[in-house]
């Protein structure tokens, strides 16, 4: 057991550091989901694309920097550290391209990997339907092969990213015949296609970051198909399993969530015990969560893989994140009521609400519970 | 970074477990509740041999010079056990103070013995009415008064023995007459680290008492069944569990993090010590609980041997602090730092 950084750790910290402060904006974007915001994200990951840094992840001959699990945090705990803006390509740096490496041909990696570092392309993920949220194998949107092509019908919920997307890695059923999680085939769609059709979801939260996706009668290549036919829900696997990299929660993100609560304390309740404890009960909750991952990491770095921990890591970060916000908005008294202005101090109504959304997307807490029952604990299935 | 334990450490704790899986079972620690104040520590000489009491013990006072972090994986397994000597206190507390703060004869003195398993240290919060596990039976106390620590033989205590809930922690009410002759140190640093270093290597026999009253309570499920069916297909009691056991391994890694940083003398050691106090009493609370709760009613008699485990809990989590006031403490510091 060693917590200190090796000497070429401690010298990509060092580099990390450098080149953030050199480059990273000083003023903050405007939101991606405006024509100005998503040219300034654009530019700003172009930046980081031209220095190599798109995605430290990814093998070498990908265009990444080849990097373990380990030196990955260290980066990602720079990035938040300088401020610098979230990531606009997330779902394809995370998971359409970790999964093209793994699962996809040469030609596949060719003509989509490099347009995801270099943000010429985003892309957004069409798994979750209407009718199938938790139990997503039992997705319906249809694919019917026709030549060399596959024709989309249906439609894909909760797709974050898609108003501006250009690509959309999906799952689709082609053999309604099959059993549920055998006739499934996960596929690139082009959104600009003809019969794609992009409606924002009005979000309880007064905003809208997700949307409906329709398919309507949509041409797609065969060549599109990421693996073999029908052997969709595998490659979906491999893409979920990598859905922890480049995560943006960190421990770092929380202690600055922390920190943003701590400033929210009035003067006259700055010694009341009951507020210091709940204090550091968040303190040692986040260095839990700090603590939980580091162990994931040293786990991957040496080549294993572990099962359970990204399961284990959703559920503590997304419920003690709801937690602080809870404290955040107590703190706030009567304008935790207001709907946040634009610059209100930490925006923590709407971003509590948007936290409460973390208990249900990627795998809500309940599934998490079971696949930990199963897995971790070894109890059978059962309701 | 390399947050795992080496080979030899792993070796450690298998070594210990398998020694107390045969040496110390429900049975034997139900007799120690029988002897009550009249035990005299047998198991711990035994665990000396296996260089348990020495660890941390330098190898010129004939132990094996090793850190915290040699350890972590040994108290779990003395906490899966509940065993019923102060092992902190002795194994941890004792030897890190002494070495630390000692003069070299009070070392050469004492150092020796705790590595052979001889001596069972006690430690006292305060020289008067403190309450102290093995109060009247350890063979020396150290004591806290304000900043001074002392290091107090059995002539110079009074002890009123307790009945504890578990009687194998041998209670008292203890009295300590200190004078020159008694002081190991007056430097405020020997106090922190008793209070850091016992919070951690309490931290590590909670978690290893959890892993107990998963496991327990896990087995339950698996083969108690009711309306035809095994408990553990119910999907509220996995939940249930699997609370429980998400727990277990946050605190696990807290004190993982604590035992490194108290191992190295890290700046950050007493912050994450008290994380990880807090996190396991609370992982140990939680998990008894829910022990209890899903054992049903055999789990409430004393033929079950589920309450061993809770009752030793119930103490654990109180040694070295408590999780309200480890929370208050560090939210105190977090505040001020602002």
Known sequence: MDLTLTPDQASFQDEVRTWLRAHVPTERLASPGTPEGLEQHRSWERTMFEAGLAAVHWPREHGGRGLGPIETSIFYDEYLAAGAPDRLNRLALGLAGPTLIECGDEAQRERWLSNMLSCDEIWCQGFSEPGAGSDLASLRTRGVVDGDRLRVDGQKIWTSHSQFADWIFALVRTDPEAPKHRGITFVMIDRHSPGVDVRPIRQMNHSSSFAEVYFDDVEVPLENVVGELNDGWRVAMVALTNERSSNLNTAAHFERLLGEVIDLVPPERRRDPRIAAEIGRFHEEIEAYRYLTLRTLTELSKGRRPGIQSSMGKLWWSEMQTRIHELGLEMLGDDAELLDPADAPGGFVHRYWLGRAAHIYAGSNEIQRNIIAERWLGLPKGR | ?338
Not at chain 2, 111 to 133: K, S
Not at chain 2, 264 to 274: E, I, S, W
Not at chain 2, 279 to 291: H, K, L, P, T
Not at chain 2, 314 to 324: D, N
Request: with cysteine.
């Open chain 2, 1 to 338: 970074m390399d947050f795992e334990f080496d080979e030899d450490q792993v070796a450690f704790g298998a070594a210990v477990r398998r020694f107390l899986d045969a040496k110390l079972p429900p049975s034997r620690l139900r007799t120690i509740w029988d002897e009550g104040q009249g035990y005299r520590h047998e198991v711990w000489r035994e665990l000396a041999g296996l260089g348990v009491a020495g660890s941390l013990v330098d190898e010129a006072h004939g132990g094996s010079g090793g850190r915290l972090t040699d350890l972590v994986l040994v108290l779990g397994e003395l906490g899966t056990h509940a065993v019923p000597e102060p092992a902190v206190e002795t194994a941890v507390v004792a030897p890190l103070v002494l070495s630390g703060f000692g003069a070299p004869a009070l070392q050469q003195e004492w150092l020796p013995q705790i590595a052979a398993g001889d001596t069972i240290v006690a430690v006292a919060a305060r020289p008067e009415g403190a309450r102290v596990p093995d109060g009247a039976t350890a063979d020396v106390t150290l004591v806290r008064s304000g900043h001074e620590v002392h290091l107090v033989r059995p002539q110079r205590v009074t002890a009123r023995p307790l009945a504890g809930a578990d009687p194998s922690r041998r209670l008292a009410e203890c009295d300590y007459r200190l004078d020159d002759s008694t002081l190991v140190t007056v430097d405020p640093a020997a106090s922190l680290l008793i209070d850091t270093a016992g919070a951690a290597g309490t931290a590590a026999l909670l978690v290893g008492l959890c892993d107990r009253l998963v496991d327990l309570t896990r087995e339950h499920l698996l083969t108690r069944q009711q309306f035809g069916r095994p408990l553990a297909e119910f999907q509220v009691l996995k939940h249930r569990l699997v609370d429980v056991a998400v727990a277990v391994e946050a605190a696990r890694s807290l004190t993982w993090n604590a035992g490194y940083r108290v191992g190295v003398g890290d700046p950050g050691a007493a912050m994450a010590a008290r994380a990880a106090k807090a996190a396991a009493s609370e992982a140990a609370s939680r998990a008894g609980a829910a022990a209890l709760q899903l054992h049903g009613g055999i789990g409430f008699t004393w033929e079950h041997d589920l309450h061993l485990w809770l009752q030793r809990a119930m103490s654990w989590e109180r040694s070295f602090g408590i999780a309200r006031e480890l929370r208050a403490q560090m939210g105190a510091e977090l505040l001020e730092a602002k």
